[in-house]
């Protein structure tokens, strides 16, 4: 095992893994030991291939793209939702194709939660409060065919 002088350190404690390193690093008050050292010795070539691995490996876990997307609309996609709806001038329920007054609407899944439609803005309109109830699980066909005999 190589003395804390020729690791990384932090508070005067040996860190081998390199997630652990940058959490407690940035997580930290207090300053660091030999972090230039190590940017040097990177840039000389002489680095630990398992340990830049593993931080790739690391970064990649956490990029937007591999992270799962909700079931349920975040607050923030609630109110695009409603800023869209306000920036088209879509009016009208697309349910029941009544007139919708803001004051009185719900973002609905156009493909629903329980088929496995995600909370993303692209899966959500404005309805009616009834027309969500109405509406459930079904998709926009299925509760248009049941109210209109479309």
Do not use: W
């Amino acid at each position: 095992k190589k003395p804390c002088s020729e690791m990384f350190c932090l508070r005067n404690q040996d860190i081998t893994d390199a997630k652990a390193f940058f959490y407690l690093f940035f997580m930290s008050n207090s300053g660091y030991i030999n972090f230039n050292e190590f940017y040097v010795e990177s840039f000389l070539g002489k680095y630990d291939p398992a340990v830049v691995s593993h931080v790739v490996e690391y970064v990649n876990s956490i990029s937007p793209a591999s992270r799962s997307k909700p079931k349920a609309f975040s607050t923030l996609t609630k109110s695009l939702i409603k800023h869209n709806f306000l920036v088209g001038n879509h009016n009208f329920c697309p349910i029941c194709d009544g007139l919708i007054y803001l004051d009185s609407t719900e973002s609905d899944h156009r493909i629903a939660k329980a088929v496995g439609g995600q909370g993303v803005l692209e899966n959500g309109q404005l309805v009616h409060p009834l027309c969500n109830r109405l509406k459930s699980d079904l998709s926009l066909e299925e509760i248009r065919a049941d109210l209109f005999g479309e």
